[in-house]
């Protein structure tokens, strides 16, 4: 931080406390005993991971100032499915020792209320901290990573494997589901392990470079499927909740900022958010939830939903009537 900063942003959380007293905030010194790592909580955070935080979203892919340091954020869904927030980290790095001093301080500020899932990417370091921390959490990985990753690695492998011209190539494909569209097919759409395994084992043999997949199959529990059946994710698969908080903050941002006109500017992306909620609320009061079925269940459910939460309801009621 430049000179003063550091005393301006303490006096900012003060500020914050003095507004309302659930107000938090933690601070992890270096070892020469400068501030490293920066977390902080809301009252309205706190409020909503005690309502919502059964899955939570954690994505650092934003880098701060020119020194490009990381921003961190817990994601979820309310029950409109619009994004909540349930805390904030500004980090030095991201080596172990700081995701695990975060997710001790996150917990530690949520009363150790564990989560039922928890998703990022596939950084080593903050999969490592997970673990230790978060005992009682299923761990996911982000799909939609794992899938630009599979068309880097696996396009490659379509490329060499053929030197027919692009129209002969793009005939094929017509004919033959290329190696991508086999690996989505094992990520989202078998339901049993057996055809997933046969399946994968096929992309395998299509495979020209093999260290990847073998990778990512010894993670097949974190992001398939078939092995994800008891796992509740509220129809999360990614993070992409944490980065579409991220690029609305970066619309507005320049890395010139300093750290207090940076906590101003995320104040300001979170009261739009739950602005949101509020006009999600008033718009749900105006409709009558749409019946299809007028059976007693959907009838009460229908009373006790929200409108998109009836819905989703109503289709998984719909598909187990017809198994």
């Given at each position: 931080?430049?000179?003063g ?7 900012y959380?003060?500020?914050k406390?003095?507004?309302n007293s ?17 977390f ?16 939570v ?9 020119k020194?490009?340091?990381?921003f ?7 029950y ?10 500004l ?6 020792e700081?995701?695990?001093?975060l ?7 949520h009363?150790g ?18 673990k230790?921390?978060f ?9 939609f990573?794992i899938?630009?990753?599979?068309a880097?690695?696996l396009n490659?492998?379509?490329?060499e ?15 033959e589901?290329?190696?991508?569209a086999?690996?989505?097919?094992c990520?989202?759409e078998?339901e ?21 997949l073998?990778?990512?199959?010894m ?9 994800m ?12 909740l ?12 320049k890395?010139?900022?300093d ?16 602005k ?5 609320e008033f ?8 019946i299809?079925?007028?059976t ?16 989703a ?11």
């Amino acid at each position: 931080m430049a000179y003063g900063q550091a005393g301006s942003m303490l006096m900012y959380f003060q500020d914050k406390i003095a507004e309302n007293s659930s107000f938090q905030y933690a601070l992890q010194l270096d070892e020469e005993e400068q501030i490293a790592n920066i977390f902080w909580v809301d009252a309205k955070m706190l409020i909503d991971y005690a309502y919502f935080g059964d899955v939570v979203s954690f994505d650092t892919t934003f880098g701060t100032n020119k020194e490009s340091r990381p921003f961190g954020v817990f994601v979820g869904f309310n029950y409109f499915r619009e994004t909540v927030v349930f805390g904030a980290i500004l980090l030095y790095d991201e080596t172990f020792e700081s995701f695990k001093w975060l997710f001790q301080t996150f917990m530690k500020a949520h009363s150790g209320k564990q989560p039922k899932t928890i998703y990022t990417d596939q950084d080593s370091a903050m999969g490592k901290a997970v673990k230790e921390v978060f005992l009682e959490a299923w761990h996911g990985l982000c799909t939609f990573h794992i899938m630009e990753n599979a068309a880097k690695h696996l396009n490659e492998a379509d490329e060499e494997e053929s030197n027919t011209s692009p129209k002969q190539k793009a005939e094929d494909n017509e004919k033959e589901p290329s190696i991508l569209a086999d690996f989505s097919a094992c990520m989202f759409e078998y339901e049993d392990e057996e055809t997933f395994e046969q399946a994968f084992n096929t992309i395998r043999a299509k495979a020209s470079k093999q260290s990847w997949l073998d990778i990512i199959y010894m993670v097949k529990e974190k992001r398939v499927e078939c092995y994800m059946k008891d796992v509740f994710a509220l129809g999360i698969r990614s993070t992409q909740l944490s980065e579409s908080l991220n690029s609305e903050l970066k619309r507005h941002f320049k890395s010139d900022f300093d750290i207090i006109r940076f906590l101003k500017h995320f104040e300001r992306v979170v009261e739009d958010k739950r602005k949101k909620e509020l006009d999600a609320e008033f718009e749900s009061r105006k409709k009558i939830p749409r019946i299809k079925m007028k059976t007693p269940m959907l009838i009460q459910t229908s009373k006790l939903y929200t409108p998109i939460i009836f819905e989703a309801f109503q289709g998984e009621y719909e598909r187990s009537m017809v198994a």
